[in-house]
């Protein structure tokens, strides 16, 4: 089956940076996008940012600079790093892959990890 393993949440102070790794494993053929989505308590999940096969980025309005997302599409990878974290960025960091191709379904799946708890304290 295909997994996403997040690592690089923790507790970090305001201006300070964090970077997030997410692994896919399993045999997998093709993903078509991976990123990352947070979600704050009291609040909608809301996509952060992500990375197609093709390298092209999309953010969230609210990063405005100070995240960069990067991937490394041999090893199914995706890097997310925070820097200027403000204490606004609190909240579960989860990743998600989509339009994955695999061994294990036919056409395309969506998967998500568990996703990482960030807290950045004022």
């Known amino acids: 089956q295909v997994q996403l393993v997040e690592s690089g949440g923790g507790l970090v102070q305001a201006g300070g940076s964090l970077k997030l790794s997410c692994a896919a494993s399993?045999?997998?053929?093709?993903?078509?996008?991976m990123g990352w989505y947070r979600q704050a308590p009291g609040k909608q999940r809301e996509l952060v940012a992500d990375i197609a096969s093709s390298g092209s980025t999309n953010y969230g309005d609210f990063v405005k600079g100070r995240f960069t997302i990067s991937g490394d599409n041999a090893k199914n990878t995706v890097f997310l790093q925070m820097n200027s974290l403000k204490p606004e960025d609190t909240a579960v960091y989860s990743c998600?892959?989509?339009?994955?191709?695999?061994?294990?379904?036919?056409?395309?799946?969506?998967?998500w990890g568990q996703g990482t708890q960030v807290t950045v304290s004022s």
């Open positions: 399993g045999t997998i053929f093709s993903i078509g996008t």
């Open positions: 998600a892959a989509r339009g994955v191709r695999s061994y294990y379904r036919a056409g395309l799946g969506d998967y």
